[in-house]
């Protein structure tokens, strides 16, 4: 029996641990639309931590939606950007451990030089 607690007992730790690091993070998903509430596809969606300026970047996919997923807990900034709309970006979105923050967009008709 002891043979086998030696064994049991590091795969439990280190499932345990690995768990405590997975934890740690949590994700921005959200739907970017335009006025006419018609999807918009391809828009570069940029994720910007605002206290360490790291940046993470994604694009919509073919139904509108985006996830940028594993960021760790803090306030981050949302930048849009897409041929023939406004730029648009929001920021002080606060994310929490574990939380799925939803932050969807609805991008007005116009050049990419005016921002929202």
């Not at 940029?46 to 694009?59: D, H, L, P, S, Y």
């Not at 849009?80 to 002080?92: D, H, I, P, Y």
């Amino acid at each position: 029996m002891k043979r086998l607690y030696r064994i049991s007992a590091p795969a439990v730790l280190l499932a345990a641990a690995t768990q405590v690091c997975f934890s740690q993070t949590g994700q921005i998903t959200g739907r970017v639309r335009d006025a006419s509430d018609a999807v918009v596809p391809g828009v570069t969606i940029i994720v910007t931590n605002q206290a360490t300026g790291v940046a993470r970047e994604t694009k919509s996919n073919e139904v509108g939606y985006y996830t940028v997923p594993s960021l760790p807990a803090g306030t981050y900034r949302i930048s849009l950007q897409a041929e023939g709309f406004k730029s648009a970006s929001r920021a002080g979105l606060q994310l929490n451990v574990e939380q799925i923050l939803q932050a969807d967009f609805v991008l007005e008709v116009g050049s990419v030089s005016e921002s929202v």
